[in-house]
Nanobody
């Protein structure tokens, strides 16, 4: 049974930083690209970032490019999302995602497994 557990969300002021983590179990972690999506109230879930299985390549949505950094540690079966210069519009539930194959921008249908989400709230 695959489980992906996110942590690190919370309330932060605009301009602040948070680091999200996602630890996976029940899958061969380095078989998968790992990514993040987010969903704000009343909006569709949108892709944020993805990192290839080896960590050699990273990709970002334009809305977060230059502010967010994705990384992974295959030995710890964990991926991370460092979020800097946070804005109120970054407020959303953030979901960890695992995908064997993906397109750019990453589609929801590319995702094989989802985490349960962690809330990020940025106050102005």
């Amino acid at each position: 049974q695959v489980q992906m557990v996110e942590s690190g969300g919370g309330l932060v002021q605009a301009g602040g930083s948070l680091r999200l983590s996602c630890t996976a179990s029940g899958l061969t972690f380095d078989d998968y690209a790992m990514g993040w999506f987010r969903q704000a109230p009343g909006k569709e879930r949108e892709w944020v970032s993805i990192i290839t299985w080896s960590g050699a390549h990273t990709y970002y949505a334009d809305s977060v490019k230059g502010r967010f950094t994705i990384s992974r540690d295959n030995a710890k079966v964990t991926q991370y999302l460092q979020m800097n210069s946070l804005k109120p519009e970054d407020t959303a539930m953030y979901y960890c995602a695992a995908a064997k194959v993906f397109s750019l921008p990453v589609r929801r249908s590319d995702v094989d497994y989802w985490g349960q989400g962690t809330q990020v709230t940025v106050s102005s």
